[in-house]
């Protein structure tokens, strides 16, 4: 069996998948349902940029 190149980039899911009762993102990683889904398909740059993005809302929640 062939096993695909290890992503360049890690996932931020941390197996809480839960969204909030708003349903706007998850309360694991904080990412949005749109950024869940693009992940798989975003450059590295954005996947990066996105990080960053999710370290400042886990500060700004207090996570």
Do not use: F, N, Q, Y
Not at 19 to 32: E, F, K, M, Q
Request: with cysteine; glycine share 6%; aromatic share 2%.
């Amino acid at each position: 069996m062939t096993v695909g190149p290890e992503p360049t980039v890690p996932s931020p899911c941390v197996s809480v998948c839960k969204l909030t009762a708003d349903r706007s993102h998850c309360t694991g990683c904080l990412r949005t349902l749109a950024e869940i889904r693009a992940w798989k398909t975003m450059a590295d740059d954005a996947k990066l940029a996105l990080l960053d993005e999710l370290e400042g809302r886990r500060a700004a929640a207090g996570v």
